[in-house]
């Protein structure tokens, strides 16, 4: 959830949703009604949502792309997310702090560091996935095995863990206010400022800017390759991983841009900057916790069109949609390698029937072209195995 700023209290910060705990009173502030309303929303539509596209996947497809796997991948780690909101919402509603102890506090906030590492490189692997499809399809037919794909979704996971490991050494619980038995589960940097401006480098440089650029490198390289080529069709396999590239970019950005103002603001000692950042933060962070919950809306947007035909099942049509599309790359290319092999075995006849001193009557002429024609279905059937 967000973290909300109060003149008495802590202010709180951090990739995951935090709160600070708001004055006892029987009425809760603007900031706090609002951080309940994003939790609710999110919750409501996104916990749902991502168990149903786990379910579409598991149950309803039949023929599971690389595309369509990754999906099932994201909405795993969006649902591990969306089930610490109930916490959130207690800690936000119940006007008691936090009521769950060091470890739940440390817990929930690493996986929710996780899920941030996660999300953005399996939308890596899609970029790369269609970038290789495009630009080099045969060495994408190679690698694009269900061994090899599980070995680098289960490597991704591995180092979305390993690259979290710092958040929960920088969130502790403290006692909220002196004398009051009320505790707030905060960032925590030792009161190093080095601690701090490594916290916020690493999330935004591992987070965001290496992943994303190699992102936009994928997508460059493939809109100019389909530029260069007669196949310019988008497909929905494509349409569907820009919608998900774009709602990851625009949820996280804010708060990784207010990552790099912290740190300018710590680097340059400025006041003012820190002032802005911590003022902003809250707000940035409640509206990245977000993009858990957005995923699986693009997806009933996506394949609105099959909800007439296939009912429940339209979410399964879509992800098959991306498999069929593959599929016909593939085939395409395939099509493709076989007209150029075609031509220059019939060049090389050409060019062999000039040399040859054998057609000196016109029936001896028709035999060598008839043979010849055998050689050449014999070199295109040699060119498909």
């Given at each position: 959830?967000?973290?909300?700023?109060?003149t008495?209290?802590?202010?709180?910060?951090?990739?995951p949703?935090?709160?600070?705990?708001?004055?006892?009173?029987?009425?809760?502030?603007?900031?706090h009604?609002?951080?309940?309303?994003?939790?609710?929303?999110?919750?409501?539509f996104?916990?749902p949502?991502n168990?149903?596209?786990v379910?579409?996947?598991?149950?309803?497809v039949r023929?599971?792309?690389?595309t369509?796997?990754l999906?099932?991948?994201?909405?795993?780690?969006?649902a591990l997310v969306l089930?610490?909101?109930?916490?959130?919402l207690?800690?936000?509603a119940?006007n008691r702090?936090?009521?769950?102890?060091?470890?739940?506090c440390k817990?929930?906030?690493?996986?929710?560091?996780?899920?941030?590492?996660?999300s953005?490189?399996?939308?890596?692997?899609?970029?790369?996935?269609?970038?290789?499809?495009?630009?080099?399809p045969?060495?994408?037919?190679?690698?694009?095995?269900?061994?090899?794909?599980?070995?680098?979704?289960?490597?991704?996971w591995?180092?979305?863990?390993?690259?979290a490991l710092?958040?929960?050494?920088y969130r502790t619980?403290?006692?909220?206010?002196a004398?009051l038995?009320?505790?707030?589960c905060?960032?925590?940097?030792?009161?190093?400022?080095a601690?701090?401006?490594?916290?916020?480098?690493?999330e935004t440089l591992l987070g965001?800017?290496?992943?994303?650029?190699?992102?936009?490198?994928?997508?460059?390289s493939v809109?100019?390759?389909?530029r260069s080529?007669m196949?310019?069709?988008?497909?929905?396999?494509?349409?569907?991983?820009l919608?998900?590239?774009?709602?990851?970019?625009?949820?996280w950005?804010?708060y990784?841009?207010?990552?790099?103002?912290?740190?300018i603001?710590?680097?340059?000692?400025?006041p003012?900057?820190?002032?802005?950042?911590?003022?902003?933060?809250?707000?940035?962070?409640a509206?990245?916790?977000?993009?858990?919950?957005v995923?699986?809306?693009?997806y009933v947007f996506?394949?609105s069109?099959?909800i007439?035909?296939?009912?429940?099942g339209?979410?399964?049509k879509?992800?098959?949609?991306?498999?069929?599309?593959?599929v016909?790359?593939?085939t395409?290319?395939?099509?493709?390698?076989n007209?150029?092999?075609?031509v220059?075995?019939?060049?090389?006849?050409?060019?062999s029937?000039?040399?040859?001193?054998?057609?000196?009557?016109?029936a001896?002429?028709?035999?060598?072209?008839a043979?010849m024609?055998n050689r050449?279905?014999m070199?295109?059937?040699?060119?498909?195995?």
């Amino acid at each position: 959830m967000a973290t909300f700023n109060s003149t008495e209290t802590p202010v709180v910060s951090g990739t995951p949703p935090s709160v600070v705990v708001p004055a006892s009173s029987s009425t809760l502030t603007v900031s706090h009604q609002i951080g309940i309303a994003i939790l609710v929303i999110a919750f409501v539509f996104g916990f749902p949502g991502n168990l149903f596209v786990v379910w579409s996947v598991l149950c309803r497809v039949r023929v599971r792309s690389v595309t369509c796997l990754l999906i099932l991948n994201l909405a795993v780690a969006d649902a591990l997310v969306l089930l610490s909101a109930p916490l959130f919402l207690r800690y936000l509603a119940g006007n008691r702090g936090w009521e769950f102890g060091g470890t739940v506090c440390k817990t929930i906030h690493y996986l929710c560091c996780v899920n941030m590492y996660a999300s953005i490189y399996l939308i890596c692997l899609m970029s790369m996935d269609r970038w290789l499809a495009v630009t080099k399809p045969f060495l994408s037919q190679r690698l694009r095995t269900k061994r090899r794909l599980l070995s680098v979704m289960l490597g991704i996971w591995v180092m979305a863990f390993l690259m979290a490991l710092p958040m929960p050494f920088y969130r502790t619980v403290q006692q909220y206010r002196a004398g009051l038995p009320i505790y707030v589960c905060i960032p925590y940097h030792w009161k190093s400022s080095a601690h701090e401006i490594f916290q916020y480098l690493c999330e935004t440089l591992l987070g965001f800017l290496l992943p994303f650029s190699f992102i936009l490198f994928c997508y460059i390289s493939v809109i100019c390759r389909l530029r260069s080529t007669m196949f310019q069709r988008k497909g929905r396999g494509n349409f569907l991983i820009l919608l998900i590239i774009a709602a990851f970019t625009v949820f996280w950005l804010p708060y990784h841009l207010i990552n790099i103002l912290q740190v300018i603001g710590m680097m340059q000692d400025s006041p003012s900057l820190l002032e802005v950042a911590k003022a902003a933060r809250p707000n940035v962070t409640a509206f990245a916790f977000m993009s858990s919950s957005v995923n699986p809306v693009l997806y009933v947007f996506t394949g609105s069109s099959h909800i007439r035909q296939a009912g429940l099942g339209f979410m399964a049509k879509l992800f098959e949609g991306t498999n069929s599309e593959s599929v016909s790359s593939r085939t395409r290319s395939s099509r493709g390698s076989n007209a150029e092999s075609s031509v220059f075995t019939k060049l090389s006849v050409k060019l062999s029937r000039k040399g040859d001193g054998r057609a000196e009557t016109p029936a001896g002429e028709e035999e060598t072209t008839a043979d010849m024609h055998n050689r050449d279905e014999m070199k295109t059937l040699t060119t498909l195995h």
